[in-house]
């Protein structure tokens, strides 16, 4: 069975530090994983997808199929960065979306 | 556009009893989703629904069910509820069956039982 596993559930940083926001995934086929975030106050939402190989708001995220893993990183972690978030996983065919636990990311001025 | 809107905002139900939640999608969507959050976890998958069928169940009792209307819209029924059943319940639409990497999602219902 698909899981994901989020090992963090808090994650603090100070302002301007490095962030790596963990994910581990377990799936034998090929997946596509995703990051979403929720702000403060505000609805789920996607940030990227590992697919697109994109930079969004400076986060980054890779997949290593060998580690079975899809690391959230950001260089310079920002205030406004404070949010939970979840890593989800998609596997082939029409199938939902299994989401980690999430990880809240607390950025300390 | 005001994206997926869901009603009500909040709920408090006792045990026992029956609760229907509401999801508009986005106009043009024609698949919802449904997913429930209990505190401390992430988005569980209870129904996905295209063109008014159902496409896709997952691991919870036939307590759950749903419908799609011609509209789109759709509700989700929990009967007997139970103390466990308090969650965010969070609809999610997307263009079509094969479209849940573009999913988009609600702000969500919180049902409270007590």
């Known amino acids: 069975a698909q899981r994901v596993t989020q090992p963090e559930k808090l994650l603090s940083v100070f302002k301007g530090a490095p962030v790596e926001l963990k994910c581990n995934y377990s799936?034998?086929?090929?997946?596509?994983l995703f990051w979403y975030v929720q702000y403060s106050r505000q609805r789920l939402q996607l940030l990227l997808r590992?697919?697109s190989r994109e930079s969004i708001k400076g986060f980054t995220a890779d997949l290593n199929k060998g580690e079975t893993s899809f690391h959230l990183k950001k260089p310079f972690a920002q205030e406004e960065d404070s949010a939970m978030y979840y890593c989800?996983?998609?596997?082939?065919?029409?199938?939902?979306?299994?989401f980690g636990k999430g990880t809240r990311l607390s950025v300390i001025a | 556009d005001a994206g997926v809107t869901q009603s009500p905002t909040h709920l408090i139900k006792t045990r026992g009893q029956q609760v229907t939640l509401r999801c508009s999608p986005i106009?043009?969507?024609?698949?919802v989703s449904w997913y429930q959050q209990v505190l401390g976890q992430g988005p569980q998958f209870i129904f996905q629904?295209?063109?008014?069928?159902?496409?896709g169940r997952g691991n919870f009792p036939d307590r759950f069910s749903a419908r799609q209307f011609p509209n789109y819209s759709s509700e989700l029924n929990v009967n007997a509820l139970l103390l466990g059943d308090s969650a965010l319940y969070l609809c999610?639409?997307?263009?079509?069956?094969?479209?849940?990497?573009?999913?988009?999602f609600g702000p969500g219902t919180r049902l409270t039982v007590l």
């Open positions: 799936y034998s086929g090929s997946p596509e």
């Open positions: 106009s043009g969507h024609k698949s």
């Open positions: 989800a996983l998609l596997n082939s065919g029409n199938t939902p979306l299994v």
């Open positions: 999610a639409s997307s263009l079509a069956l094969g479209e849940l990497k573009r999913q988009f």
């Open positions: 629904y295209y063109e008014k069928e159902e496409r």
């Open positions: 590992h697919i």
